[in-house]
C-alpha cells in the first residue's frame, strides 16, 4: 500500500517529526548519564506508548506520570515502574490499588499530614503497602512541604510509625519556566537539588533511610551541573520542546519535533490576515510566549518542511479559526498563499496542543507519513 503524504491529509492534523524527537531523547539521556542519576521520564507530555517506548530505559520503565489514567494506559503495555507525582486524593485509593493488583510498582507522593493519615488509615484497613515520596517544596512555585519544616519530619515519622516506609523525596522547580537567563535556570537547578538534598539529609538524620531523592522540570534537567545527592531526574516536555522552550533558549525553534497541519481556508487582505483551519482547539488556548521577550502568538507558522516563514504567527485564534498575519502587523508585501494551501504550526506548549488530538502522525522522508501513533486523554 503507498503510504499517504502530508498534502493528503485532512486538517488540522498533528505531526511529528521522529528525527528530531530522537535527538531530543538522546540529548536527555546523555546529561542524566553525565550527572550519574536515573532518568524517570514523565509521560504526561506524549501519553503515547510508542514515543515512550523510546524514553525509557528498560520495557518496565521507570516513568512518571500525571494521571492515573496515564497509568492505567502505561501498565496494560507492561510498564511496571510508575511513579504518580501529584499529591494523592482519598478517591483515587481504590484506583491505585486496582494498579497495585495488576503487579505495578506505584509510588505516590503528598505532601500533608492529612493525606498522610487517609493513606494510613487504607494502608490499615486494606492490609496494605504503599509506596511512598514526600514533596518538598523548592521553589514556591506550587506544592510541597517546606524543606527545614518541622512539618517534613511530623509526616515522615507518622507514616513510619503507621508501617509505610517514606522511599524518599520529590521536588519540581516549576519556576525553571519564569527564569530570564541560563544562569538563573543553572541557579534554579542548584537550588532544586539542594532542597532536596536537605530534606533527605534531615530524614535520615531522624533515622529514615530515603534511598530516593528525585527532583526535575526539562530546564533544571538540561542545566544541571551537577546533581550529587540526587537518585533520579523527571522531565517530560524536551522530547518534543516547543516555542515556549525555545523562549528560554533550553532549546532551538528546529528542535520542536511537534506541529500542526492546517489548511487556508480564505482572507482579509486588506487587514494582511490569512484564515486557517486550526484555531485554539487544534492549538489550544496556550499563550505561554506572550510573557516572553518573543511573543509567538498561538504558534509559529512553517512550511510543509518545517521551515519558518517569513515571521509569519497565528495572531489571533477562534475555536476553530485560526488567523495567521505577520508578527510586525505588515500588510504590504504579505506571503499570498491560496485557499488549499497548506502551512505547519510550531505549538507554544506541546502538552496542551497534543491533549486536543487522538494520534501522531509520524513524518518519514519527502512528506510521507510514515505511522500513526494513538495517544491517550482523560482520566
Ligand atoms: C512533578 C513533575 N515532575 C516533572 C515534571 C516535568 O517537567 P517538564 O514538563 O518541564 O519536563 C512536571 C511537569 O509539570 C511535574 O509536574
Redesign the pocket.
Same mark, same amino acid.
Given at each position: 500500500m503507498t503510504k499517504q503524504v502530508l498534502e493528503q491529509l485532512e486538517t488540522p492534523a498533528l505531526l511529528l517529526d521522529p528525527a528530531r524527537m530522537d535527538r531530543n531523547i538522546e540529548r536527555m539521556r546523555n546529561q542524566a548519564r553525565r550527572l550519574g542519576v536515573t532518568l524517570r521520564p %514523565?509521560v504526561? &507530555?506524549n501519553k503515547s506508548m510508542d514515543v515512550t517506548r523510546r524514553m525509557m530505559e528498560t520495557p518496565e520503565g521507570p516513568i512518571?506520570v500525571?494521571t492515573l489514567r496515564e497509568a492505567d494506559y502505561f501498565a496494560a503495555h507492561g510498564v511496571k515502574d510508575i511513579l504518580y507525582?501529584v499529591c494523592i486524593a482519598p478517591n483515587k485509593l481504590d484506583h491505585v490499588m486496582r494498579l497495585q493488583d495488576q503487579g505495578v510498582r506505584l509510588t505516590l507522593i503528598l505532601d500533608s499530614m492529612e493525606a498522610a493519615r487517609v493513606l494510613a488509615q487504607c494502608a490499615h484497613e486494606a492490609q496494605r503497602h504503599f509506596e511512598l515520596l514526600i514533596e518538598v517544596d523548592s521553589d514556591g512555585h506550587r506544592s510541597g512541604v517546606n524543606p527545614d519544616s518541622g512539618e517534613l519530619l511530623s509526616i515522615a515519622q507518622f507514616l513510619e510509625a503507621a508501617g509505610i516506609p517514606v522511599q524518599g523525596i520529590l521536588t %519540581?522547580a516549576?519556576s525553571s519556566y519564569d527564569c530570564t537567563s541560563t544562569d538563573a535556570i543553572c541557579a534554579m537547578a542548584e537550588q532544586e537539588r539542594a532542597a532536596a538534598v536537605h530534606a533527605a539529609q534531615r530524614l535520615r538524620a531522624a533515622g529514615i533511610a530515603c534511598p530516593v531523592v528525585s527532583v526535575?522540570? &526539562?530546564?533544571t534537567a538540561l542545566f544541571a551541573e551537577r546533581l550529587e545527592g540526587i537518585t533520579e531526574v523527571?522531565?517530560?516536555?524536551?522530547v518534543f520542546f516547543d516555542l515556549f522552550m525555545a523562549g528560554l533558549n533550553v532549546c532551538g525553534v528546529d528542535d520542536i519535533a511537534l506541529s500542526v497541519l492546517a489548511t487556508v481556508i480564505g482572507h482579509q487582505r486588506e487587514k494582511g490576515w490569512t484564515i486557517l483551519d486550526a484555531g485554539w482547539m487544534a492549538m489550544s488556548r496556550d499563550r505561554g510566549t506572550a510573557r516572553q521577550p518573543v511573543d509567538q502568538g498561538y504558534g509559529l507558522v512553517c512550511d510543509l518542511d518545517g521551515r519558518p516563514l517569513e515571521d509569519l504567527i497565528l495572531v489571533g485564534a477562534n475555536q476553530e479559526h485560526g488567523i495567521m498575519a505577520h508578527r510586525s502587523g505588515k500588510i504590504e508585501g504579505a506571503l499570498q498563499l491560496p485557499v488549499g494551501a497548506q502551512v505547519r504550526i510550531l505549538p507554544n506548549h506541546a502538552c496542551p496542543t497534543a491533549a486536543q488530538y487522538d494520534h501522531y502522525k509520524v513524518l518519514g522522508p519527502g512528506h510521507e507519513i510514515e505511522a500513526t501513533w494513538p495517544r491517550i486523554s482523560g482520566w
Amino acid at each position: 500500500m503507498t503510504k499517504q503524504v502530508l498534502e493528503q491529509l485532512e486538517t488540522p492534523a498533528l505531526l511529528l517529526d521522529p528525527a528530531r524527537m530522537d535527538r531530543n531523547i538522546e540529548r536527555m539521556r546523555n546529561q542524566a548519564r553525565r550527572l550519574g542519576v536515573t532518568l524517570r521520564p %514523565h509521560v504526561k &507530555t506524549n501519553k503515547s506508548m510508542d514515543v515512550t517506548r523510546r524514553m525509557m530505559e528498560t520495557p518496565e520503565g521507570p516513568i512518571t506520570v500525571s494521571t492515573l489514567r496515564e497509568a492505567d494506559y502505561f501498565a496494560a503495555h507492561g510498564v511496571k515502574d510508575i511513579l504518580y507525582a501529584v499529591c494523592i486524593a482519598p478517591n483515587k485509593l481504590d484506583h491505585v490499588m486496582r494498579l497495585q493488583d495488576q503487579g505495578v510498582r506505584l509510588t505516590l507522593i503528598l505532601d500533608s499530614m492529612e493525606a498522610a493519615r487517609v493513606l494510613a488509615q487504607c494502608a490499615h484497613e486494606a492490609q496494605r503497602h504503599f509506596e511512598l515520596l514526600i514533596e518538598v517544596d523548592s521553589d514556591g512555585h506550587r506544592s510541597g512541604v517546606n524543606p527545614d519544616s518541622g512539618e517534613l519530619l511530623s509526616i515522615a515519622q507518622f507514616l513510619e510509625a503507621a508501617g509505610i516506609p517514606v522511599q524518599g523525596i520529590l521536588t %519540581h522547580a516549576g519556576s525553571s519556566y519564569d527564569c530570564t537567563s541560563t544562569d538563573a535556570i543553572c541557579a534554579m537547578a542548584e537550588q532544586e537539588r539542594a532542597a532536596a538534598v536537605h530534606a533527605a539529609q534531615r530524614l535520615r538524620a531522624a533515622g529514615i533511610a530515603c534511598p530516593v531523592v528525585s527532583v526535575g522540570s &526539562t530546564p533544571t534537567a538540561l542545566f544541571a551541573e551537577r546533581l550529587e545527592g540526587i537518585t533520579e531526574v523527571r522531565a517530560g516536555v524536551f522530547v518534543f520542546f516547543d516555542l515556549f522552550m525555545a523562549g528560554l533558549n533550553v532549546c532551538g525553534v528546529d528542535d520542536i519535533a511537534l506541529s500542526v497541519l492546517a489548511t487556508v481556508i480564505g482572507h482579509q487582505r486588506e487587514k494582511g490576515w490569512t484564515i486557517l483551519d486550526a484555531g485554539w482547539m487544534a492549538m489550544s488556548r496556550d499563550r505561554g510566549t506572550a510573557r516572553q521577550p518573543v511573543d509567538q502568538g498561538y504558534g509559529l507558522v512553517c512550511d510543509l518542511d518545517g521551515r519558518p516563514l517569513e515571521d509569519l504567527i497565528l495572531v489571533g485564534a477562534n475555536q476553530e479559526h485560526g488567523i495567521m498575519a505577520h508578527r510586525s502587523g505588515k500588510i504590504e508585501g504579505a506571503l499570498q498563499l491560496p485557499v488549499g494551501a497548506q502551512v505547519r504550526i510550531l505549538p507554544n506548549h506541546a502538552c496542551p496542543t497534543a491533549a486536543q488530538y487522538d494520534h501522531y502522525k509520524v513524518l518519514g522522508p519527502g512528506h510521507e507519513i510514515e505511522a500513526t501513533w494513538p495517544r491517550i486523554s482523560g482520566w
